[in-house]
């Protein structure tokens, strides 16, 4: 992509509603747009970014036995009042009517329409277990909608809904979800931890929140020190493998929400104790039967009864970890994609737009590594090089190549490590070679 074709409304004043640096940053990289309260245009640099998490997530998701399905964002009040969630969900909920005088409203989530189909289309416990997701925007009418997409009113979530024969067997699916979640989160760059929450609107007894820490997280958790080093599941992972000893050593060690901290039952030492600030970017379920009793999802056991089948949801909030990527990597200059999540792999700055041999040598580049399969950004508009450094450090790719005239008469380009800021002066073969071997 030339960046002069770009879409990308960079600014370079910090705006003033902009209180977090996950927000100032994606507005002044022209990431987002509001469009109302809580409600966002996704720009191309910015959607690009929520489009590579969801792959991940979706890779994740796939890999870990779960089949992706797309529910619709409207959905009607009936089945709300089936399970009784119409009332209860209060002001959060958006309460549409449509021109027949139906009563409908935007999903600020999906357990209802998930076993509104599942009761529908399976009947016995030998098609279980199933795990279902989607990733589709929700509309909660938050109170206060704040820190840009952090905390939005619509909000891009995968959310996946598990049917199991009985509670063991959704226990095991529980695990998977826990180990899935360990290992898409760190996919991004982020050491998520789960900690045991509440489980509020959702209901059910066994939840776990992932939180990534930061200073500016809105949630206040308490957990022992030692969860902060463990280590990430493995690579290869088997999702045949009993995951009960992984949960285990995560949960075995006091890591709790505000809502769930108790220290009276506890042999914390003090020193041990590590009270901080996290962002929640997910959030797992366990709720049994909650809804597929008062829905009527019930199915046929080996026995021959019929049973409520058992369920849980396991959501991820995309549009947050935009956000809660930025909070946790970035420095005085701008954002520091991981590579993962980047929304272009390498920017390259032509230092002298107009020069015949910087034009070519940095054209030449651009089509080399797009045909490598990389994504380029490339600036080549006739800027001031100060002005060119700034934004590329704020929008944070992971690779810059920098091609200036005097470098390009000896065939030398610099290549920028953004997360280091390491330089290393290259020749313009020896950059290709390099990039051919990721
Ligand atoms: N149905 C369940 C799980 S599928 C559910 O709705 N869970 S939730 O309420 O915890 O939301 C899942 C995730 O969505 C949260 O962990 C959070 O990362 C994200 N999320 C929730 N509310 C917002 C919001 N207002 N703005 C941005 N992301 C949000």
């Known amino acids: 992509m030339y960046l002069s074709r770009f879409l990308m409304p960079t ?26 309260a809580g409600i966002y245009s996704w720009l191309p640099l910015g959607l690009r970014v929520l489009k590579k998490i969801e792959q991940i997530v979706r890779e994740e998701q796939n890999f ?19 399970s009784g969630r119409y009332e209860d969900y209060g002001k959060e909920m ?54 840009g997409v952090m905390r939005g009113r619509e909000f891009l979530m995968k959310d996946t809904y598990s049917f199991d024969l009985n509670f063991d067997d959704a226990k095991k699916t529980y695990n998977k979800m826990f180990v899935a979640y360990l290992r898409t989160f760190a996919r991004m760059g982020l050491r998520a931890i789960p900690m045991a929450a509440d489980s509020g609107p959702i209901g059910g007894d066994m939840s776990h929140e992932f939180l990534i820490l930061a200073d500016t997280g809105e949630s206040e958790v308490f957990c022992h020190k030692d969860i902060l080093s463990f280590e990430l599941p493995k690579d290869n992972i088997d999702y045949n493998e009993d995951f009960q000893p992984i949960v285990d050593k995560w949960t075995e060690l006091y890591a709790v929400t505000d809502e769930k901290h108790n220290l009276s039952k506890e042999s914390l030492l003090a020193e041990d104790l590590v009270s901080a600030r996290g962002i929640e970017v997910g959030h797992i379920f366990y709720f049994g039967t909650k809804y597929s009793k008062t829905m009527n999802a019930f199915i046929s056991s080996p026995s021959g009864q019929e049973i409520p089948v058992e369920m849980g949801s396991y959501g991820i909030g995309i549009s947050r970890l935009v956000a809660g990527i930025i909070e946790a990597s970035h420095d005085d200059d701008g954002i520091i994609w991981p590579e993962s999540v980047a929304p272009f792999d390498i920017g390259i700055i032509n230092l002298s737009s107009g020069n015949e041999s910087c034009d070519s040598a940095c054209e030449d580049l651009y089509f080399q590594l797009g045909n490598a399969g990389f994504d380029v950004l490339y600036d080549e508009r006739d800027e001031r090089a100060g002005v060119k450094f700034a934004n ?37 073969n020896s950059v290709l070679n390099r990039f051919a071997r990721i």
């Open 11 to 36: 600014l370079k004043e910090n705006p003033a509603e902009a209180q977090i640096v996950s927000h100032r940053y994606m507005m002044r990289s022209g990431m987002i747009r509001q469009s109302s």
């Open 94 to 147: 958006l309460r549409i009517t449509d021109r027949h005088e139906r009563e409908m409203l935007y999903g600020p989530t999906n357990e209802e329409l998930i076993t509104e189909i599942f009761r529908g289309s399976v009947r016995t416990y030998k098609d279980l277990p199933k795990l279902l997701y989607h990733i589709q925007w929700k509309f909660r009418d938050e109170v206060r909608p704040r820190f």
């Open 392 to 428: 590329m450090d704020l929008i944070g790719l992971p690779w810059q190549i920098i091609a200036g005239p005097r470098g390009i008469k000896n065939g030398v380009i610099e290549l920028k490590n953004r997360a280091t800021g390491e330089k290393d002066e290259m020749t313009l």
């Open 64 to 82: 870990a036995g779960c089949q992706e399905l797309l529910m619709p964002t409207i959905q009607p009040a009936t089945i709300w009042r089936e």
